[in-house]
């Protein structure tokens, strides 16, 4: 035991004592986790107005078209703008270069073709591919029903009341029109939306619509996702360092002359695997605090779930770091290997984005791999406020992953001459 | 004669090392592959995992009731045209469902409350559907809001009409108004809104018959194809430090070759692999996915552009290393860094904030990728000049620092 802890405090040592470690370990995951943090923030929408732009071509010109645009203008969510004879003309480029989020066009004879029942189509140019598009299109196709339900309201109570009524048809309708458009900002049917199990109250309910708080797709807190992920990567990526121990004291000859000393072999495996994890333990835990104090995310909402997801995270990801030493010949395949495994771990595994924005193929493919299942404990206690047994399906498939790759590992070094 | 014997020299030894290959061209277009299989494999760009939803039902109409709000509700979810979004699950109560949301094995549940259809025939009163959704879920839980918006707007189109009756029949003073807002609601609803006709037509913008997962994909692997052009010529130009190590380059002194013709020979070399890289990204990445890098001359001049934005980088680079172990953290360090804010690993997020299009300015990989950006667009010479020249200018300002580091460099390895 003294003997493998001799080998894990060498390797430490080795690790450590260079300062470029700690700019790998620590300083590039919260850099990383920082700058994905922001660019996930949504900060950009402009200048404090966050509405969308929304290009409005009225080719129609009646007064039911002026009022579909004041409609728009009061739906909160979308800032008309309407397009002068020049950029009508442009309405395809100025969607693709995002000037505007849409161009909506309001065909000549709408208005008279509303009135008479048969209402035509508006046209909508946008990129629904895009987040923007797909919220443009949303709040215009939702204005859009409620003007027309309006309009079905006035055309229906005119019908019923014009023989009787004081004011003429025309009126009538108008006034109707009206009063059904300030009944629509307080209908009578309306949908709550509630987070089960969600941290923060600002985020835990999403009123009216799913649009207007915290229900993008990296929620609340951008560093939800951030975070986690982040840390994930880095995991695989700090493992680089310890990989890299294995294969220069193999190349140097100082493993073969530790065999030739009384320190029993699965000594010295388990000192260099029992320096991995720490290694790896300790980036995690510092970046699990950086989250908790500086960024908000909540990894102590279950602090047992969290040291145990930890704990299985970093004996995988050390494992990991152990079947890479005994494989790689050189510094350069580790470098390689480490590459390889942290782009495609990571990115199949939803540390750049939640998988559930790929798609069922994607994300089964996903939890083939470890990070994928990290990911789902991580955003399972972050998220849904998940107790240990919560996350304990991916804390087992974590765990044999680690000791796959360790028996893996084992078997390589144990037959691999020195 | 000479410097081509050099170039040829740095250029075989580049390619012939199976790692430097893989990590100049196998990983960019893996990494744009993965996410091409991410977002790209829908053709219509992202798709969401379908939500499982469960709708609790605690409302009984009477008999006699001419619709039931449940009923609606799980009609309007439950549609075909909705299957790619939602599918229909069972939960037997609202306290199994939370439970079974917060556990993750339910994506959301839909609460229709006791009385709901009467307090919607009365015309009094707020009828609330309460929507519990997983978190961990945010983008398709916002999906199902707006649907069940739509749903809700339905319902409420009847409430609406007979308010606005009442009210007009009140304020004209025609008698009745009880019985005509009746009449006004059962003929203008309820029903389920997805069910409307179609009100809207939606076409995408014609931008060349580039679609949105076109774009995404080209502008990854722009964005990548320029991190790992940066990485190549870092590491072209680190090859003078193992030369120095490996005591190859006090040889080459002995031979009558002028260091001019050693710096030039070096500098070819990096050139002709940055130019044989980005040749075969274009070329590769054309086969693979089909983007269609814009008119050839712009794509040229962009690719020289890159070339000498990314040698420039790796000169300057090279002055603050002093051995070849040192220079893979610190290549690996700042070219992160600086691909990171040069907006490489953002390249088709929306809504960034404005700091980091101006941060990206500050960068060539900035540069680079606004005029990669602008090839792609189809633009011709006149087009891409502004970020051209930008490009360019970095890259000559970045050789002229360099250049004498560098010979200094030679100097102290002699």
Same mark, same amino acid.
């Given at each position: 035991?003294?003997?493998?802890?001799?080998?894990?405090?060498?390797?430490?040592?080795?690790?450590?004592?260079?300062?470029?470690?700690?700019?790998?370990?620590?300083?590039?995951?919260?850099?990383?986790?920082?700058?994905?943090?922001?660019?996930?923030?949504?900060?950009?929408?402009?200048?404090?107005?966050?509405?969308?732009?929304?290009?409005?071509?009225?080719?129609?010109?009646?007064?039911?078209?002026?009022?579909?645009?004041?409609?728009?203008?009061?739906?909160?969510?979308?800032?008309?703008?309407?397009?002068?004879?020049?950029?009508?003309?442009?309405?395809?480029?100025?969607?693709?270069?995002?000037?505007?989020?849409?161009?909506?066009?309001?065909?000549?004879?709408?208005?008279?073709?509303?009135?008479?029942?048969?209402?035509?189509?508006?046209?909508?140019?946008?990129?629904?591919?895009?987040?923007?598009?797909?919220?443009?299109?949303?709040?215009?196709?939702?204005?859009?029903?409620?003007?027309?339900?309006?309009?079905?309201?006035?055309?229906?109570?005119?019908?019923?009341?014009?023989?009787?009524?004081?004011?003429?048809?025309?009126?009538?309708?108008?006034?109707?029109?009206?009063?059904?458009?300030?009944?629509?900002?307080?209908?009578?049917?309306?949908?709550?939306?509630?987070?089960?199990?969600?941290?923060?109250?600002?985020?835990?309910?999403?009123?009216?619509?799913?649009?207007?708080?915290?229900?993008?797709?990296?929620?609340?807190?951008?560093?939800?996702?951030?975070?986690?992920?982040?840390?994930?990567?880095?995991?695989?990526?700090?493992?680089?360092?310890?990989?890299?121990?294995?294969?220069?004291?193999?190349?140097?000859?100082?493993?073969?002359?530790?065999?030739?000393?009384?320190?029993?072999?699965?000594?010295?495996?388990?000192?260099?695997?029992?320096?991995? *994890? %720490?290694?790896?333990? !300790?980036?995690?835990?510092? #970046? $699990?605090?950086? /989250?908790? @104090?500086?960024?908000? &995310?909540?990894? =102590?909402?279950?602090?047992?779930?969290?040291?145990?997801?930890?704990?299985?995270?970093?004996?995988?990801?050390?494992?990991?770091?152990?079947?890479?030493?005994?494989?790689?010949?050189?510094?350069?395949?580790?470098?390689?290997?480490?590459?390889?495994?942290?782009?495609? *771990? %990571?990115?199949?595994? !939803?540390?750049?984005?939640? #998988? $559930?924005?790929? /798609?069922? @193929?994607?994300?089964? &493919?996903?939890? =083939?791999?470890?990070?994928?299942?990290?990911?789902?404990?991580?955003?399972?206690?972050?998220?849904?406020?998940?107790?240990?047994?919560?996350?304990?399906?991916?804390?087992?498939?974590?765990?044999?992953?680690?000791?796959?790759?360790?028996?893996?590992?084992?078997?390589? *070094?144990?037959?691999?001459?020195? | 004669?000479?410097?081509?014997?050099?170039?040829?020299?740095?250029?075989?030894?580049?390619?012939?090392?199976?790692?430097?290959?893989?990590?100049?061209?196998?990983?960019?277009?893996?990494?744009?592959?993965?996410?091409?299989?991410?977002?790209?494999?829908?053709?219509?760009?992202?798709?969401?995992?379908?939500?499982?939803?469960?709708?609790?039902?605690?409302?009984?109409?009477?008999?006699?009731?001419?619709?039931?709000?449940?009923?609606?509700?799980?009609?309007?979810?439950?549609?075909?045209?909705?299957?790619?979004?939602?599918?229909?699950?069972?939960?037997?109560?609202?306290?199994?469902?939370?439970?079974?949301?917060?556990?993750?094995?339910?994506?959301?549940?839909?609460?229709?409350?006791?009385?709901?259809?009467?307090?919607?025939?009365?015309?009094?009163?707020?009828?609330?559907?309460?929507?519990?959704?997983?978190?961990?879920?945010?983008?398709?839980?916002?999906?199902?809001?707006?649907?069940?918006?739509?749903?809700?707007?339905?319902?409420?189109?009847?409430?609406?009409?007979?308010?606005?009756?009442?009210?007009?029949?009140?304020?004209?003073?025609?008698?009745?108004?009880?019985?005509?807002?009746?009449?006004?609601?059962?003929?203008?609803?309820?029903?389920?809104?997805?069910?409307?006709?179609?009100?809207?037509?939606?076409?995408?913008?014609?931008?060349?018959?580039?679609?949105?997962?076109?774009?995404?994909?080209?502008?990854?692997?722009?964005?990548?194809?320029?991190?790992?052009?940066?990485?190549?010529?870092?590491?072209?130009?680190?090859?003078?430090?193992?030369?120095?190590?490996?005591?190859?380059?006090?040889?080459?002194?002995?031979?009558?070759?002028?260091?001019?013709?050693?710096?030039?020979?070096?500098?070819?070399?990096?050139?002709?692999?940055?130019?044989?890289?980005?040749?075969?990204?274009?070329?590769?990445?054309?086969?693979?996915?089909?983007?269609?890098?814009?008119?050839?001359?712009?794509?040229?001049?962009?690719?020289?552009?890159?070339?000498?934005?990314?040698?420039?980088?790796?000169?300057?680079?090279?002055?603050?290393?002093?051995?070849?172990?040192?220079?893979?953290?610190?290549?690996?360090?700042?070219?992160?860094?600086?691909?990171?804010?040069?907006?490489?690993?953002?390249?088709?997020?929306?809504?960034?904030?404005?700091?980091?299009?101006?941060?990206?300015?500050?960068?060539?990989?900035?540069?680079?990728?606004?005029?990669?950006?602008?090839?792609?667009?189809?633009?011709?010479?006149?087009?891409?000049?502004?970020?051209?020249?930008?490009?360019?200018?970095?890259?000559?300002?970045?050789?002229?620092?360099?250049?004498?580091?560098?010979?200094?460099?030679?100097?102290?390895?002699?």
């Amino acid at each position: 035991m003294m003997r493998a802890l001799a080998v894990t405090r060498k390797d430490l040592l080795q690790i450590l004592r260079d300062r470029r470690a700690v700019v790998f370990l620590l300083l590039m995951p919260l850099a990383f986790t920082l700058f994905f943090g922001l660019a996930f923030s949504g900060l950009g929408e402009g200048g404090g107005d966050a509405r969308l732009q929304v290009g409005v071509v009225d080719a129609d010109g009646g007064p039911l078209a002026g009022s579909l645009v004041r409609s728009l203008s009061a739906s909160g969510a979308l800032r008309p703008d309407p397009l002068d004879e020049l950029r009508r003309a442009y309405a395809d480029e100025l969607v693709h270069r995002g000037d505007e989020a849409a161009v909506l066009t309001i065909p000549p004879g709408w208005g008279a073709a509303l009135r008479s029942g048969a209402p035509h189509p508006l046209e909508l140019v946008t990129d629904t591919g895009t987040a923007t598009g797909l919220a443009a299109q949303r709040a215009v196709q939702a204005t859009i029903d409620r003007f027309l339900a309006a309009e079905r309201t006035a055309a229906t109570a005119t019908a019923l009341l014009a023989p009787r009524a004081r004011l003429p048809a025309d009126a009538l309708h108008d006034r109707a029109l009206e009063l059904a458009l300030a009944a629509w900002q307080d209908p009578t049917v309306r949908v709550e939306s509630a987070q089960e199990g969600a941290a923060r109250g600002a985020g835990a309910t999403a009123g009216a619509s799913g649009r207007e708080a915290g229900t993008g797709a990296f929620g609340a807190n951008p560093y939800d996702q951030a975070s986690p992920g982040m840390i994930v990567q880095f995991a695989v990526y700090g493992l680089l360092l310890s990989a890299m121990v294995l294969v220069i004291e193999r190349k140097q000859g100082a493993h073969a002359r530790l065999l030739g000393t009384p320190v029993p072999r699965a000594a010295v495996i388990a000192g260099h695997g029992l320096a991995m *994890l %720490s290694v790896v333990l !300790g980036q995690i835990l510092v #970046l $699990e605090a950086f /989250g908790q @104090t500086a960024l908000g &995310v909540h990894y =102590l909402r279950h602090p047992w779930a969290t040291l145990a997801l930890t704990l299985a995270l970093a004996l995988w990801s050390a494992s990991l770091g152990m079947l890479i030493g005994a494989f790689a010949r050189t510094e350069q395949q580790v470098v390689a290997s480490g590459l390889l495994a942290m782009f495609l *771990l %990571s990115g199949l595994g !939803g540390a750049w984005f939640p #998988l $559930e924005i790929t /798609g069922p @193929t994607f994300t089964a &493919v996903g939890h =083939l791999t470890p990070t994928a299942w990290a990911m789902d404990a991580y955003r399972t206690i972050l998220l849904r406020g998940g107790t240990l047994s919560g996350v304990a399906v991916p804390l087992l498939v974590l765990l044999g992953f680690a000791a796959l790759f360790f028996a893996l590992a084992v078997a390589r *070094l144990v037959r691999r001459p020195t | 004669m000479k410097l081509l014997t050099l170039a040829w020299k740095d250029l075989r030894r580049q390619f012939r090392s199976g790692l430097l290959l893989l990590l100049m061209i196998g990983v960019p277009l893996l990494l744009t592959g993965l996410l091409y299989f991410a977002f790209g494999s829908t053709g219509t760009g992202p798709a969401l995992t379908p939500l499982s939803v469960a709708v609790i039902d605690l409302d009984t109409p009477a008999a006699l009731a001419p619709f039931a709000v449940g009923t609606i509700v799980a009609q309007a979810l439950g549609s075909p045209e909705l299957a790619t979004l939602l599918v229909p699950a069972t939960a037997p109560d609202a306290a199994t469902a939370r439970r079974r949301v917060r556990a993750g094995d339910l994506g959301a549940a839909v609460i229709v409350p006791a009385h709901a259809t009467a307090t919607l025939l009365s015309g009094r009163g707020v009828l609330t559907l309460e929507v519990i959704t997983d978190p961990a879920r945010p983008l398709a839980a916002g999906v199902l809001s707006d649907i069940l918006q739509a749903v809700a707007d339905g319902l409420s189109a009847g409430g609406v009409a007979a308010r606005v009756t009442a009210e007009l029949a009140t304020a004209q003073g025609v008698p009745g108004a009880a019985l005509l807002a009746a009449r006004a609601a059962a003929t203008v609803g309820p029903g389920p809104g997805i069910d409307r006709p179609a009100s809207l037509v939606i076409t995408a913008p014609r931008e060349g018959g580039s679609s949105f997962v076109k774009r995404m994909v080209a502008e990854v692997m722009a964005a990548m194809m320029i991190f790992f052009v940066f990485f190549s010529g870092a590491y072209g130009a680190s090859a003078v430090l193992r030369e120095q190590e490996e005591g190859t380059l006090r040889r080459l002194a002995a031979t009558p070759t002028s260091t001019a013709t050693q710096l030039g020979g070096r500098f070819l070399g990096i050139a002709a692999i940055l130019v044989v890289q980005i040749a075969s990204l274009l070329a590769l990445s054309g086969l693979v996915f089909g983007i269609g890098w814009g008119r050839p001359l712009p794509v040229a001049l962009a690719s020289a552009a890159l070339a000498v934005d990314a040698a420039g980088f790796g000169v300057v680079l090279l002055a603050f290393v002093k051995t070849s172990r040192q220079s893979g953290p610190v290549f690996g360090v700042v070219l992160t860094v600086t691909g990171m804010v040069g907006g490489l690993m953002t390249a088709t997020m929306p809504s960034l904030p404005v700091a980091f299009h101006t941060a990206a300015l500050f960068t060539p990989q900035g540069w680079a990728m606004d005029l990669w950006r602008a090839c792609l667009a189809g633009g011709d010479v006149g087009a891409i000049l502004p970020s051209l020249a930008g490009t360019f200018v970095i890259g000559v300002g970045l050789l002229a620092v360099g250049v004498p580091l560098m010979r200094r460099r030679f100097a102290r390895g002699l």
